[in-house]
């Protein structure tokens, strides 16, 4: 008899078999939580490999050649990820982001979007299908990536500064290569482009006002996010925070800002845009760490081998994986989900800010893992 071999990285954080109910209610299109927060969003890590060793994600003190990675067997495949994303789909799931990692290194990933660009809502509506990205390889792919389905595309972007740049990402890699990539998307129609800069106080906020200059008058939106304590390897600390209401007031004093209305339930970023007639762009703040937005957070994460997170700090998944390869049915799937949400109740950022102890003392999932 052959010894099955399970790769210790499967075991690198805490998940269990979601139980299947013995009555598989049908998926209706509406899935609430017990604080009756309903899912809508969908993000999917395709790969725990990057190219980058950006300080706040993967340290290269940590994520060195030695660290073990994910073996491809452990990975979904394309078809596990568009079964199980079909499932979510059927439970209230309008936007499926693809994350990683860097998701560009998944070989092949057109495959999969046009596998994801073939689902269609509860309602019979298209997804809202985007991807985030770091923007090295964008520029080869963003047409690809369009033709393949892709809606949109977000690129994390740390400073314009080639220097900084370099420093932050720790792979000395240029910032003119992501910004070909990011006129290569803007070209191919993957837009509104969103570029994300996560924002570090002493780090690279000296390049605030600078990003907003450079995307000015361009149908980009800008966000600007807290350096959040995410995972366990990144050494945060609040005195590393710029918040929020800093970044706004600093651009305040360059640029004439008038803020724009919430037009969707669990938007994550307070938005503002430029006061000036015809001037096209729009800037954001996400701050996750001195405004949390748990009450309406209505997001689950798939991880790499298909654990699913309820919560980006979270420390316990939930193994579908095992469900889709131990032979379970969709009916039995969509069930274990449906039981799984309905007993979501995580809100740490929102604990945290009110002072409350919100983790459990085990380890946190890393952001390269679920994605951010």
């Known amino acids: 008899m052959t010894e099955r071999v399970i790769p210790l990285a499967d075991h690198r954080y805490l998940a269990s078999l979601p139980a299947i109910p013995a009555i598989l209610a049908a998926p209706t299109g509406v899935l609430l939580d017990r604080l009756q927060r309903p899912l809508h969003d969908l993000r999917i890590s395709v790969t725990d490999r990057c190219n980058f060793r950006c300080s706040y994600c993967m340290p290269k003190e940590i994520f060195d050649k030695q660290y073990g990675f994910l073996p491809q067997s452990s990975l979904l495949s394309f078809e596990e990820i568009a079964r199980l994303a079909a499932l979510f789909v059927a439970h209230g799931v309008r936007k499926i982001r693809l994350t990683g990692g860097e998701p560009l290194l998944r070989r092949d990933l057109e495959r999969l979007v046009a ?18 990205t770091n923007g090295s390889i964008l520029a080869k792919k963003a047409e690809s990536l369009k033709r393949a389905g892709l809606g949109r595309i977000t690129v994390s972007l740390d400073a314009l500064d080639d220097r900084i ?24 129609g993957l837009g509104p482009i969103k570029v994300n800069m996560v924002v570090k106080r002493g780090t690279n906020d000296q390049e605030i006002v600078p990003m907003a200059r450079h995307f000015r008058g361009r149908n980009v939106a800008l966000r600007f996010i807290e350096y959040m304590d995410v995972g366990e390897t990144n050494g945060w600390r609040m005195d590393d925070v710029l918040p929020s209401a800093e970044v706004i007031a600093r ?12 037009t969707t339930v669990g938007e994550t970023a307070e938005r503002w845009r430029y006061a000036e007639a015809g001037v096209a762009g729009e800037i954001g703040t996400i701050s996750s760490v001195t405004k949390a937005f748990c009450h309406d957070c209505n997001r689950a994460r798939l991880s790499t081998e298909g654990k699913l997170f309820l919560c980006l700090f979270a420390s316990r998944g939930h193994d579908l994986r095992g469900l889709l390869r131990g032979g379970a049915s969709d009916a039995e799937i969509a069930a274990a989900i449906g039981l799984v949400w309905q007993g979501r109740d995580d809100r740490y950022s929102e604990l945290r ?19 951010g």
Request: charged letters at 25%; proline letters at 5%.
């Open 115 to 132: 596998l994801l660009a073939e689902l269609r809502t509860a309602f019979g509506d298209p997804l809202d299908l985007t991807l985030t």
């Open 251 to 262: 651009l305040g004093e360059a640029f004439a800002l008038e803020p724009v209305p919430v």
């Open 353 to 371: 800010g009110q002072g409350v102890a919100a983790g459990t003392g085990e380890r946190r999932v890393e952001m390269h893992y679920i994605g």
């Open 165 to 188: 740049f370099r420093r932050m990402n720790d792979a000395d890699f240029p910032v003119a290569e992501v910004l070909a990539g990011i006129d290569a998307a803007e070209r191919a």
